[in-house]
């Protein structure tokens, strides 16, 4: 199977190879000419001409614009250049005479600047050149306004964060609660219109731990580290082929320019404390980054859990309460470099270790009744640990040949090391600890990415790109049992489940899309993926398990057509993989509470979904509207199965098994309004409708289908204002329905927050208070379980009042005379997260 794989990726790989190599000795040999051929006919001269091209509705440079210098006599291209990331150009040796230039780009429109006069020996500067983009153009106030709120592109939707008051002093999961078409629940897991079959990368780069749990690795994030997040529905072809519901990029905030600087954020709260350092140093071609942050988390929470099972003619019954305090700590900490080799060539480089620390300490109270008598009663204390680390190293070279044609090679390295343990004390009813129980679990996962892409235009309306990406990964975990009587000493109990699981992933992908941009405004986006992926497990002593390999072809399309300059309509389709992510991989059995058991499932397989959506956006004067209505159809779902124990009365085991099918209709309304120059309010609302199909084992311990359907809806509200004297004032509310699942229900939660900061006279910093459901003391939440064999209440309740106060400073000078470095990276995004099942 190894050599299929490795065959498989040789053939990607050496045909990329291949046309790359015809596509660089094309382009050196139409280049070479031009560029030599004004030597010899041209006089030259000893002025300048310069300028910055920018986008008029954005405000922002065109990167990569092409600059033609024109003979306005002829009208003979002369000479040119190519605008930097800064869009800034200059054109030397220019003789006198009469000019003018031409300038062009890919999703504008052409632009000349006539009428420019030569003198010996004077330099020209035009300053901006204003392109306008051939998209919406809005009066100054709006164009302002939803462009630091919303941008809309042929396959994703861009919110930029960088106004947000409210999430300073919070994390990632705390910020995209606000984000058109995101849900995001109390425990900080994330859904895209539904569906938490989601990829989440930072800065276009995945991470092993975010694969292993999405909702962990948002805590890692301060919100006010993040600049935008692009909410990717209808991913393309260059984007691997996992996430069924959609991907999510967070973009931070980078420093690009020239000197030293040192930003020091810092906020403290009932609920938690944040700390940041960041520092940056760049001198001409070569640029430092050191970066480093720890937030700490302290909750207080309490459950109750009612259970009946039925076995034969007996009933089982469960009472449980639990009381338990959450202590978390997560920190990040990260290296870059990057050096500019040549004028079209960059290489960067970077580190990152990240560490995540969960801590419960619960104590929980068990009362069992057999067809409605007391028979048990018990008393245990759990303390559980989630910790992890996790290092990151990635190297990455980007070789520009002209605008919008590039190459680029990357390669990421990363490695987890995960501890999941928990530590029972069993209590005598008169409190004393009279035997305990120890589960261990180390494991590890590393992944190691090779990737290489190209791209090239072809005539001014059209883009291709191609690529080929190998991933090496590997999946470590050993776990073990462990009993002490009275005396202490922890032996290893044959009747309790212990062993292994060793499992390789390699896959090989190749792909290519076309992007077409026609004259009457239409934005055609296509392309396919092919993925081959092939696996080697075992379960240590007990042998190999026989996952068999298998290949992909994942076709997308993107099509937008500008109505008019204010209203763009979308519509796409794509097919998406979902691979089991190690949560639900592990066969690691969790005791910790005898009543609800779980454990993962070596043998699953991947899901395949189809996804279609429709989209409009338009503004009326100064509303900006975005309507979306889509289609997902999941078949093979993993889904999750619940079972009974003979041995253990009344016990639930749950695990996943690839028995399901997931249909979901729906739509999402979002609008921001500005009411004033400086006070803007938006929100969105959020509707959808779920059908799920599943397997589950009925009281002769038979299986039979199950199914369930249900309607769901949620909405966010947010105003901004900005006042006078540096003052701002922001409030947010946001609200999720009641969910449907396969086999029951979990009842709706809200969160609501009210916000300020004041900046420092100099710029140089801020001081600012937050607070987040401080009217009442918590949210509860109730979840409800049927089937032929269960009927489970439970209910939390989570004291999530906080009232913090944030602080942030800048020392250090900088300047804009170093232009950003353009890069590429490795972007995996093809590994479920663990655990959730919608």
């Known amino acids: 199977m190894n050599k299929v794989f490795l065959k498989s990726f040789k053939v990607i790989v050496l045909t990329g190879v291949l046309f790359l190599q015809s596509q660089l000795i094309q382009a050196q040999g139409s280049i070479a000419p031009t560029s030599t051929a004004p030597a010899l006919s041209t006089p030259k001269g000893n002025s300048k001409i310069s300028g910055i091209v920018s986008d008029s509705a954005a405000a922002k440079p065109v990167e990569f614009a092409s600059v033609a210098l024109v003979n306005a006599t002829d009208n003979k291209v002369i000479d040119g250049t190519?605008?930097?990331?800064?869009?800034?150009?200059e054109i030397t040796s220019v003789a006198p005479g009469k000019y003018k230039l031409l300038i062009s780009f890919l999703g504008f429109k052409d632009k000349s600047v006539n009428n420019i006069s030569v003198e010996k020996g004077k330099d020209i500067n035009l300053g901006k050149v204003q392109m306008s983009a051939n998209t919406k153009t809005l009066d100054e106030v709006t164009i302002t306004g939803e462009k630091s709120m919303v941008e809309e592109k042929v396959d994703r939707l861009v919110y930029n964060a960088e106004k947000d008051i409210t999430s300073k002093g919070g994390d990632a999961s705390d910020l995209l609660r606000k984000v058109p078409m995101l849900s995001v629940d109390l425990d900080g897991n994330v859904s895209l219109?539904?569906?938490?079959?989601?990829?989440?990368?930072?800065?276009?780069?995945?991470?092993?731990?975010?694969?292993?749990?999405?909702?962990?690795?948002?805590?890692?994030?301060?919100?006010?580290?993040?600049?935008?997040?692009?909410?990717?529905?209808?991913?393309?072809?260059?984007?691997?082929?996992e996430g069924s519901g959609g991907i999510i990029n967070i973009i931070t905030k980078k420093n690009?320019?020239?000197?030293?600087?040192?930003?020091?954020?810092?906020?403290v709260g009932n609920r938690g404390t944040n700390l940041g350092l960041n520092g940056s140093y760049r001198k001409g071609k070569m640029g430092f980054t050191l970066g480093g942050f720890g937030r700490a988390f302290y909750n207080k929470a309490t459950s109750d859990l009612n259970q009946e099972t039925k076995s034969g003619s007996d009933i089982f019954g469960t009472n449980q309460?639990?009381?338990?305090?959450?202590?978390?700590?997560?920190?990040?900490?990260?290296?870059?470099?990057?050096?500019?080799?040549?004028?079209?060539?960059?290489?960067?480089?970077?580190?990152?270790?990240?560490?995540?620390?969960?801590?419960?300490?619960?104590?929980?109270?068990?009362?069992?009744?057999?067809?409605?008598?007391?028979?048990?009663n018990s008393q245990r204390k759990v303390d559980r640990k989630d910790l992890s680390g996790t290092v990151d190293v990635n190297v990455d070279y980007v070789r520009t040949f002209k605008p919008q044609q590039e190459w680029s090679f990357s390669t990421l390295y990363s490695r987890t090391n995960l501890t999941n343990n928990f530590n029972t004390d069993l209590l005598t009813p008169s409190g004393s600890v009279g035997s305990k129980l120890k589960n261990v679990n180390e494991n590890f996962n590393t992944e190691f990415t090779l990737q290489t892409d190209y791209q090239t235009p072809i005539k001014k309306n059209q883009l291709l790109e191609f690529g080929a990406k190998g991933i090496f990964r590997t999946v470590n975990s050993d776990y073990k049992y462990l009993m002490a009587g009275e005396s202490g000493d922890f032996t290893i109990n044959p009747d309790n489940p212990s062993g292994a699981l060793n499992y390789n992933q390699n896959v090989a992908a190749g792909y290519v899309s076309y992007t077409l941009t026609t004259k009457n405004k239409y934005t055609f986006k296509a392309g396919t993926r092919y993925e081959y992926t092939g696996i080697n497990a075992d379960m240590g002593a007990e042998g190999a398990v026989n996952i068999p390999s298998y290949g992909n072809l994942v076709p997308s399309i993107n099509v937008s057509k500008n109505l008019t300059d204010a209203t763009t309509i979308k519509a796409a389709y794509n097919r998406r993989i979902q691979r089991p992510g190690i949560q639900q991989l592990n066969p690691n059995v969790n005791l910790?509470?005898?009543?609800?058991?779980?454990?993962?499932?070596?043998?699953?397989?991947?899901?395949?979904?189809?996804?279609?959506e429709v989209g409009l956006s338009t503004n009326i004067k100064k509303t900006y509207l975005n309507v979306s209505a889509f289609a997902r159809n999941t078949n093979n779902s993993i889904t999750q199965i619940r079972t009974t124990v003979d041995t253990l009365a009344g016990a639930i085991v749950t695990t996943f098994e690839n028995i399901g099918k997931?249909?979901?209709?729906?739509?999402?309304?979002?609008?921001?309004?500005?009411?004033?120059?400086?006070?803007?309010?938006?929100?969105?609302?959020?509707?959808l409708q779920s059908y799920m199909e599943g397997q589950t084992v009925n009281e002769a311990g038979v299986s039979q289908a199950v199914s369930n359907s249900g309607f769901n809806y949620g909405g966010r509200l947010m105003s901004q204002l900005s006042l006078k004297k540096g003052w701002g004032l922001q409030a947010f509310a946001f609200y999720r329905g009641r969910e449907v699942q396969l086999q029951g229900t979990r009842t709706g939660f809200y969160m609501y927050s009210l916000g300020f900061k004041k900046d420092f006279a100099n710029k140089k910093g801020s001081i600012g208070f937050g607070a987040e459901n401080f009217l009442t003391n918590g949210v509860k939440f109730t979840s409800?379980?049927?089937?032929?064999?269960?009927?489970?209440?439970?209910?939390?309740?989570?004291?999530?009042r906080n009232f913090k106060i944030t602080f942030s400073y800048s020392i250090g000078k900088m300047s804009f005379d170093a232009p950003k470095r353009k890069t590429r990276s490795v972007s995996n995004s093809d590994v479920k997260s663990g655990g959730e099942n919608n």
């Open 592 to 612: 910790s509470n005898p009543q609800s058991i779980s454990t993962g499932n070596p043998l699953l397989s991947p899901e395949l979904t189809d996804n279609f």
């Open 256 to 267: 690009n320019l020239q000197g030293l600087t040192l930003n020091v954020d810092s906020g």
């Open 784 to 800: 409800d379980l049927k089937s032929p064999i269960l009927a489970q209440s439970s209910q939390t309740q989570l004291y999530n």
């Open 321 to 376: 309460t639990s009381d338990s305090k959450d202590r978390g700590l997560f920190g990040q900490y990260s290296l870059g470099f990057d050096y500019d080799l040549g004028k079209n060539q960059a290489l960067s480089a970077g580190v990152r270790y990240g560490t995540r620390n969960f801590i419960q300490k619960q104590n929980l109270t068990i009362d069992q009744f057999t067809n409605s008598e007391l028979t048990s």
């Open 662 to 687: 997931q249909s979901a209709y729906g739509m999402n309304i979002f609008a921001n309004v500005y009411l004033t120059s400086k006070w803007t309010v938006n929100g969105s609302i959020d509707l």
């Open 82 to 89: 190519v605008a930097d990331v800064d869009g800034k150009f």
């Open 193 to 241: 219109r539904g569906s938490s079959n989601i990829r989440v990368l930072i800065n276009n780069k995945p991470s092993t731990i975010i694969a292993s749990n999405v909702a962990d690795a948002l805590k890692q994030i301060p919100a006010d580290m993040i600049k935008s997040v692009e909410v990717i529905t209808s991913p393309s072809a260059k984007y691997d082929a």
